[in-house]
């Protein structure tokens, strides 16, 4: 009798702290990572260690405002079960558990690897919810998984601009709009988390899949609405690409126009949608006289999110052992030397 195939789904995202003591551990282990700072040891590890400990508390003041801890945890669960459930529903033949493996606080990886072996995974398809491939962020999580598990897994490496994907992104935009009134000309900001120029410069291709990604989004909102694309989330004294969504805020009251922010390259709910988007820059609107502020949800468990994320799965089935894009092979243009296929 031929043994029914297992497929363990290793959801991979950032992670974040449960609770006001896992901050500076978070902090720790996310500046530990020479994905985010590449000084070597025991350079890195100092560095860590400083920086985990000046940022502490005002990091924990903004999680208080969510509770004391990150939500991401809780959300990506409910993407996981959604996603079984999706999965399971297209292909019966096939057993599909989704395991989380947060790349700074827990669960992580080897956490991940451990309970795949106990449910009896014969493999693994690595997702990670970053539909923009970055070597800091999905190259992290990736390398993570293969240090932690021997089991034959194929990786799924970006998908920014799929169709259904996509909708998922014009449907929360549009629903932004309905529930603020349907105002009159808006102008979307399509924030995504920004990376230092010299990332991007080293041939990472974050910026260009995003750009991707707004250029499959745009043609599925009204033509007469405007759009931006901008980077919110800088630290330190690099030079960030841009414009930065702070910028744009400003640019927006110089015009006089209303906007719907976008968080383009968030697919869950967390510090930098609740705290830095709904509170820093919404006061930010406010104060300088923007004529309405509203923001689109992060995906979440949307239905059009999870079909695409199940797309994605259905395609890795077809490609064992390999590293996949949203095309199958290689999406970036040749110039990106960061790219997961190079």
Known sequence: MTQQRRVAIIVCNLGGPDGPDAVRPFLFNLFNDKAIIAAPQPMRFALAQLISRTREQSAKANYALMGGGSPIVPETEKQARALDAHLQARRPDIAFKSFLAMRYWKPFPQDAARAAQAWGATEAVVLPLYPQFSSTTSRSSIEAWRKASALPSTVVCCFPAGETFAHAHADAILAAWRDGGSPASPRVLFSAHGLPQRVVDAGDP??????????????????????????????????WIGPSTEEEIERAAE????????????????????VELDVEYAEKAKALGVPFYLRAAALGAA????????????????HPGATISEAAGRLCPAQFGLCAHS
């Open 206 to 239: 974050y910026q260009w899949q995003v750009e991707q990604t707004v250029a499959s989004v745009k043609p599925r909102l009204p033509a007469d609405w405007e759009f931006q694309i901008c980077y919110q989330s800088r630290v330190g004294p690099l030079t």
């Open 255 to 274: 015009d006089k126009r209303g906007v719907i922010v976008s968080p383009i390259a968030f697919v869950s709910e967390h510090i930098e949608t609740l």
């Open 303 to 318: 239905d059009r999110f999870i079909a695409a994320l199940a797309d994605q799965v259905e395609r890795a089935l077809e």
